[in-house]
């Protein structure tokens, strides 16, 4: 399945987005789609390598530019202005390569290229690029191998750049390139080998210039050559000595034949596909958007390491800064849970190990147990930005109220806890420390809540809910829900604890007693939820009394706020507008467990599917999920098609700044959970699917406890077997 793309000119824009859509990686590092032949460096992102910064905290920091070329044909550099060029490049979801033909003509001649990339899925350092080009009517030409060390962080709509590292040591000798960079605040350590394997050459010389190095090989002007270059790159957290192992892996690499290097790489992802098993008859357009999305998903975890960070934006581009939020645990985690748990551990195994800096957090906040923060980066305190200044001189700055109020994470991580053991039934992580996160957000929630004597019950003031239009709201729905089933949870599992000598070890160790386990018992059953007799449920206490505003007076969705007149924008907060599902998306996660009637969740979905913008790329693959569930099929797949194709088709407009993580994770969701009707918990599958009647036969197979099941849908019959 492929994914290809025409250009005649360059355009920058285009170019930022392709980099998204290109992007290749391992889950260790990511190198984006530029095509390395044109003169523009957007550098490369590594996992886990984070840097201080104002305002962000700590981002991602963007690391040298490994995957360029260049070609000089008689003294002058290929041109893509002015010249005549055509350029296809194709992105291949089966085997995870890129490749890219150009042929372009000027000065008096021609040449024809041909390129394909890939980093290496197994080979975790290993990045390569093998190019062939035909001269033909030039009387020299040079070819240039090089890494871009100009590159760095973009911020304030691209007034300042920050470069996060400085280089410690190059070196170059028996034609290879080592080149070791530690970031600004010295906790990561990277090096960079480098190595070019050409298959003729007049002159061969190596340079360090303004930035740039690599080597120069000339060439005669009509002529054929091949160049692979390898490039192998290693943190401190791998190896303490990265130097020698970037530079040990390098030298073996050389010396294996492309083919087999090309073969485990092509050969591990079919293992991929197989292991998923995809297929929809009657809508090749959405199994391959699906795969797109699954490809990507897949793309940004390292399997080599214990746990993995998964930002919202994966490693393919900048956007929020690197930062992990609640879109990892409840939109993309499921995806995981299903096709690869071993990578939802991995990834729950992230906030296991930032679990002390969330019991650091809620200290600071006056609470006890854990607070996670709304965004993370690779320290796990929080690394939301309070104000963003949208101009050089702070001249306009916008407050940014989320890190301070959308407490509702600690109850979702919570929540993704108990949705992977109930799936995969992995209870060494729960001793490992699943408990301990259920019992310590529990114990947050419960120094949280307040006791309302007028209600006789209890309330959370002052937070905001998944919709960002309005914040300092008391009794947001979906936070007072969340938090009653995470304190529901740490009661569930102290219970467990009681029959389990290991998991009561656990209980000892964090001081739990049964005082405590009856308080957040009374809690969780006296949390207030803003919820009236004719079933509707309000986004929060008040919301009803506010102006109300219908965006979506019909099927044809109106995505984000372009739609709504500035009147009306100015004082959003003040109207029942809101940004994205979150009575819908309580329904959704929890109607499993507290048996919310049909009635109850179409009638609230009525309200607020005409009341949301869905300007966050997490709202339709939710509204779609539970429509389908509903079997409001038409709408579903509307929104579905929305969902899915958030990137492909570029619906933010906000592509260039990478994936949607969130978003692809929850359109997978809602094919799974919405369309086939899944219904996993402890006691087994079920299902009941919605499919659209065009769909004439869907496969996929996925894995439940330990065991997996083939899951075919034919003649709107749902067959689920074990294999
Ligand atoms: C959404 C959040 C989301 C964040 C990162 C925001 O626009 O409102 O829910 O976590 O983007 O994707």
Redesign the pocket.
């Known amino acids: 399945m492929k994914l290809t793309f025409k250009d005649r000119v360059f355009s920058l824009s285009r170019e930022k987005k392709l980099a998204t859509l290109l992007t290749l990686s391992n889950g260790r590092f990511a190198v984006r789609g530029v095509f390395e032949l044109y003169p523009l460096s957007l550098g490369t992102l590594v996992s886990h390598v984070y840097d201080y910064v104002p305002i962000f905290y700590r981002e991602l920091a963007v690391l040298p530019e490994v995957s360029k070329l260049k070609i000089i044909v008689d003294g002058k550099p290929l041109d893509f202005s002015s010249s005549r060029f055509q350029l296809k490049r194709t992105l291949s979801l089966n085997s995870g390569i890129v490749e890219a033909a150009l042929k372009w003509k000027g000065y008096g001649g021609e040449l024809e290229y041909f390129s394909y990339r890939l980093v290496h899925r197994k080979r975790k350092g290993l990045f390569l690029i093998n190019a062939t080009l035909n001269f033909r009517g030039y009387d020299k030409a040079s070819l240039i191998s090089y890494i871009d060390t100009s590159v760095g962080n973009y911020f304030i709509n691209d007034q300042v750049m920050i470069k996060h590292y400085v280089v410690e040591q190059v070196r170059h000798a028996n034609d290879t390139l080592l080149l070791t960079l530690r970031t600004l605040d010295n906790k990561y350590k990277v090096s960079i080998a480098m190595k070019n394997r050409i298959s003729k050459f007049h002159e061969r010389s190596f340079f360090n210039e303004h930035n740039v190095l690599g080597e120069v090989f000339t060439v005669g002007g009509n002529s054929s050559i091949e160049i692979t270059k390898y490039v192998y790159i290693v943190r401190n957290i791998d190896s303490k000595n990265h130097a020698q192992d970037s530079l040990k892996n390098i030298q073996k690499l050389c010396e294996i034949s492309l083919n087999k290097l090309f073969r485990e790489h092509t050969g591990s992802w079919r293992r991929v596909w197989r292991r998923i098993g995809l297929s929809i008859r009657g809508d090749k357009h959405v199994e391959k958007a699906l795969k797109f999305n699954a490809f990507h998903l897949l793309q940004v975890i390292d399997d080599n390491r214990e746990y993995t960070i998964l930002p ?1 934006r994966g490693l393919h581009g900048l956007g ?1 800064r690197g930062h992990v ?3 990892t645990e409840i939109y993309a985690l499921p995806f995981y849970i299903l096709f690869y748990p071993e990578y939802a551990r991995k990834i729950l195994m992230f906030r296991c190990k930032l679990l002390e800096q969330a019991k650091e957090n809620a200290r600071r906040n006056g609470y006890r147990g854990a607070q996670y923060p709304w965004e993370s980066a690779d320290d796990g305190f929080e690394a939301t930005p309070k104000e963003i200044p949208l101009d050089f001189f702070g001249r306009r700055i916008i407050r940014i109220w989320t890190g301070e109020e959308e407490q509702h994470i600690t109850a979702d991580i919570a929540y993704a806890v108990n949705k992977y053991y109930e799936i995969t039934g992995d209870k060494s992580f729960m001793k490992e420390c699943g408990l301990k996160i259920i019992f310590e957000t529990a114990r947050f929630w419960a120094s949280r809540v307040k006791y309302d004597e007028l209600k006789d019950l209890y309330v959370i003031e002052n937070v905001m809910g ?1 919709d ?1 239009y309005h914040p300092h709201v008391n009794n947001d729905y979906f936070t007072n829900l969340m938090a009653k089933y995470n304190l529901e949870l740490a009661v569930k599992y102290f219970e467990k604890a009681l029959k389990n000598n290991e998991w009561f070890n656990i209980v000892r160790e964090l001081n739990i007693n049964e005082d405590e386990v009856r308080l957040w018992d009374r809690i969780s059953k006296k949390m207030f939820l803003p919820c009236f007799k004719n079933n509707l449920c309000e986004e929060f206490e008040g919301y009803f009394n506010l102006e109300d505003y219908v965006v979506q007076p019909n099927i044809n969705i109106n995505i984000g706020e372009k739609h709504i007149p500035k009147s009306i924008l100015e004082k959003i907060d003040r109207t029942q507008i809101i ?2 599902a979150s009575v819908v998306l309580a329904h959704y996660l929890l109607s499993d467990k507290y048996g919310f009637s049909r009635d109850f969740i179409k009638k609230n979905f009525d309200y607020y599917f005409k009341r949301t913008t869905h ?4 709202s339709l693959p939710v509204y779609a999920a539970v429509a389908a569930k509903l079997g409001l099929k038409e709408l579903a797949y509307t929104m579905f098609k929305y969902a899915i194709y958030a990137d492909l088709r570029d619906i933010y407009g906000n592509v260039e700044d990478g994936f ?1 993580v ?1 978003s692809a994770g929850g359109s997978w969701q809602a094919f799974l959970y919405g369309f086939l009707g899944l219904e996993i918990s402890e006691h087994g599958i079920n299902a009941l699917p919605n499919i659209p009647s065009h769909w004439r036969y869907v496969k996929v197979k996925i894995n439940v406890h330990g065991r997996s099941y083939l899951v075919e849908v034919s003649d709107g019959v749902l067959r689920v077997r074990e294999i």
Not at 615 to 618: D, I, P, V
């Open positions: 919202a929020y939020f609640w879109d998944p960002e940004k994205q300007a966050s790329s997490l949607h969130g």
